[in-house]
């Protein structure tokens, strides 16, 4: 039967606590075990004597019967001095991986060239000033006066009260352009007036016929009467 020193854990949740034990090898972990030779509680102070506590007697005599020990119980036998352990060497246990690597070549090369860079701004020579002349222009006369009159302009529109000679040109246009609504009223007034005039004059055409057949009439009857008398 093969027998092993190790950890049987305890505790609550976050909050461990471990025996160590001898059990066989292949017994569960927590399972049943053959004999409890220490206690190791990872949650005190690593300078503390109450972190692990052992048995170093009944580890000397499981040890010799040929019990193996665990890697964490073979650290505790060593600082215990009852038995020394072997330092190991797993050369690749720092070495970065395969991504890592690339990165580390990525960032490598992007500041060789900045440095780059920079050594050739610093080399490169300054470059000449260029000198622009600027020539005096001066300005007309009349360009002058017509800028000035353009700004009154602009002046006098963005106020809001009109100036006395702008209400005295519309009071003037207004007098010589008759309102349009006269004009529309006086329209149909003339349209109408001839139509009453021509109806009487349209009346009395259609009664002279009836007056001259009248007329008429009593010229024959007086006619007729006068051979009568004779």
């Known amino acids: 039967m093969a027998i092993s020193i190790r950890l049987s854990r305890g505790g609550s949740k976050k909050r461990p606590y471990y025996r160590i034990v001898v059990a066989d090898a292949r017994s569960p972990r927590d399972g049943k075990f053959i004999e409890k030779i220490g206690n190791y509680n990872p949650l005190l102070a690593k300078d503390s004597d109450q972190r692990v506590q052992l048995d170093t007697e009944r580890a000397k005599h499981w040890l010799s019967v040929g019990a193996q020990p665990t890697d964490r119980v073979a650290r505790f036998l060593d600082a215990a001095g009852v038995r020394e352990r072997p330092a190991k060497n797993n050369p690749n246990k720092g070495k970065p991986g395969e991504k890592a690597v690339e990165r580390l070549e990525e960032r490598a ?17 300054a470059p000449e000033p260029v000198v622009e002349e600027v020539t005096a222009e001066t300005p007309a006369e009349g360009s002058n006066e017509e800028t000035e009159a353009v700004v009154a ?6 106020t809001e009260e009109p100036t006395p000679e702008a209400e005295a040109i519309a009071e003037a246009v207004s007098e010589q352009t008759p309102p349009v609504e006269a004009a ?6 003339a ?6 005039d021509e109806a ?3 009346d009395a055409n259609e009664s002279t016929p009836d007056a001259d057949a009248g007329d008429d009439e009593s010229t024959e009857g007086k006619s007729a009467q006068a051979p009568a008398e004779g």
């Open 109 to 125: 090369e992007k500041a060789t060239a900045a440095a780059a860079a920079a050594e050739e701004a610093k080399n490169a020579p």
């Open 153 to 158: 302009a602009e002046i006098e529109a963005a």
């Open 184 to 189: 529309a009223e006086e329209a149909p007034a």
């Open 191 to 196: 349209e109408e007036a001839p139509a009453v």
């Open 200 to 202: 009487p004059a349209a």
